[in-house]
């Protein structure tokens, strides 16, 4: 059990980070030369990380992309990863990743989606993907983005984060307590900020700034019931290895 410290991430995992974000975003910002669009609903995300938006065929979009030269239009697109909770500063990432935007063609149709299914509409071809995080900006490579894949409780921790904020409130605070004399004092609120395959992040605030406690789980989580079944572990093993833990931030 451990604060987060802000270090990078591997290529590796701010690519599965990147993945996770898009496989649980609903919405995104897309900017061309001179306009900008909120989408929403509107773009499926394939195996190998293909994005395709669903644009009606009278769309201002679709007309842009119809009169740009060769038919591909130089886009930018922005994810916001926001904690499903009430924290303080909920902007947990954000994903910007270029590319020149085309109509997709039969192949692209095709393309299995991960959870919303393929359809016709514009594609991206990819130029550049970049993550942003508290600890900083990074590039990810093109291999590393369409290899990755979107960790396995990314579509359900909205779900599990918010039934365990509202229903579980004391476990949270329990998972709070094992930190001990650790964790700076002052705690004044906790709840919870992630949840992955590896563990679970904690926030927790104080008058000024906030700390974020995270706790690996003793095993690989596969599902929302693994998770589960691996906070109750934590609980009821109290002898966790734990790590000084720094000052809390503002």
């Known amino acids: 059990m451990s604060a987060v410290t802000d270090t990078a991430p591997s290529d590796q995992a701010a690519a599965e980070r990147v993945r996770s974000i898009l496989a649980q975003a609903v919405s995104l910002s897309l900017t061309t030369d001179g306009q900008c669009y909120d989408l929403i609903g509107m773009h499926t995300v394939g195996r190998t990380g293909r994005i395709t938006l669903t644009a009606q065929a009278d769309s201002p979009l679709t007309a842009q992309v119809a009169a740009a030269p060769h038919g591909s239009l130089a886009v930018l697109l922005e994810f916001t990863d926001i904690a499903p909770t009430p924290l303080r500063d909920r902007v947990r990432a954000r994903v910007t990743i270029s590319g020149w935007l085309a109509p997709a063609g039969p192949a692209d149709v095709v393309e299995e989606a991960d959870g919303n299914g393929g359809g016709e509409g514009l594609r991206l071809d990819l130029a550049r993907v970049t993550l942003r995080t508290a600890a900083g900006t990074q590039e990810v490579s093109l291999d ?19 039934h365990l904020a509202d229903a579980h409130a004391d476990m949270v605070a329990d998972l709070v307590v094992l930190a001990g004399s650790r964790l700076p004092y002052g705690v004044v609120r906790a709840l919870p900020l992630a949840v992955d395959r590896y563990g679970i992040t904690l926030r927790c605030e104080y008058r000024e700034g906030h700390c974020d406690l995270r706790i690996p789980f003793p095993v690989e989580a596969r599902d929302a019931a693994e998770a589960g079944e691996q906070v109750r572990r934590i609980l009821t093993t109290p002898s966790c290895s734990h790590r000084r833990h720094p000052s809390p931030r503002a």
């Open 144 to 162: 590393a983005y369409t290899l990755a894949r979107p960790d396995a409780l990314a579509v359900e921790e909205a779900a599990m984060l918010t």
